[in-house]
């Protein structure tokens, strides 16, 4: 049972409809209209729009650049894949070795590439911050994925790497509670 009001879950999708969802879909645009996989994965591995990306800015410079050639190293194989399980599987077995990456690196790495490639996630990947927002759902799982059917209704209307974000959303407003106020006024100035 979730220890959220249907009230508050829904602020919180309205509010990642509206302040997260146009970034993430610009970010996917972006990938996608690269002109090859060899500079999508490039991208992906290293840089988003010429900034260093949320979880590789933890990682050393050279397990970044060690990762970004082993994956250009591997372009025949990620053209492959077919479905995004199967690239994300395929991109950890390639950086998860490097010392300095996890399992969240390989995760955004692979949805940056999925998106050049049109393979977008159909589950919702729970990670540190995403399970614990699954929590205050009352969602309690060990597994590495939830079905999108699991979460509630006003998730629902969310695609799957996007309700992940919106778990994520959660863990930072139970972890950081002077970010609530802002995040629930976001966008309404």
């Known amino acids: 049972m979730s220890v959220l009001s249907e009230a508050v879950m829904q602020s919180v999708v309205k509010n990642y409809v509206e302040n997260n969802r146009p970034k993430v879909k610009a970010e996917n645009a972006w990938y996608a209209s690269l002109p090859t996989l060899e500079s999508a994965v490039r991208a992906a591995a290293a840089t988003s ?3 260093a990306s949320k979880s590789p800015r933890r990682s050393p410079a050279e397990s970044l650049k060690l990762a970004e050639e082993k994956l250009v190293g591997q372009l025949d194989q990620l053209q492959s894949y077919k479905t995004f399980d199967a690239l994300l599987e395929g991109i950890e077995r390639a950086v998860l070795p490097i010392p300095g990456l996890n399992d969240v690196y390989a995760y955004d790495t692979a949805r940056r590439i999925g998106a050049y490639l049109n393979i977008m996630p159909k589950h919702v990947y729970l990670f540190t911050s995403t399970r614990t927002g699954a929590k205050q759902l009352g969602i309690v799982s060990k597994k590495r994925l939830l079905l999108c059917t699991s979460l509630p209704a006003a998730f629902q209307e969310l695609e799957p790497y996007e309700a992940e ?3 994520s959303n959660l863990k930072k407003l139970i972890t950081e509670p002077a ?6 006024t976001q966008g309404r100035e």
């Open 179 to 184: 970010a609530t106020s802002s995040y629930f």
């Open 49 to 51: 729009d010429g900034k």
């Open 165 to 167: 974000d919106a778990l």
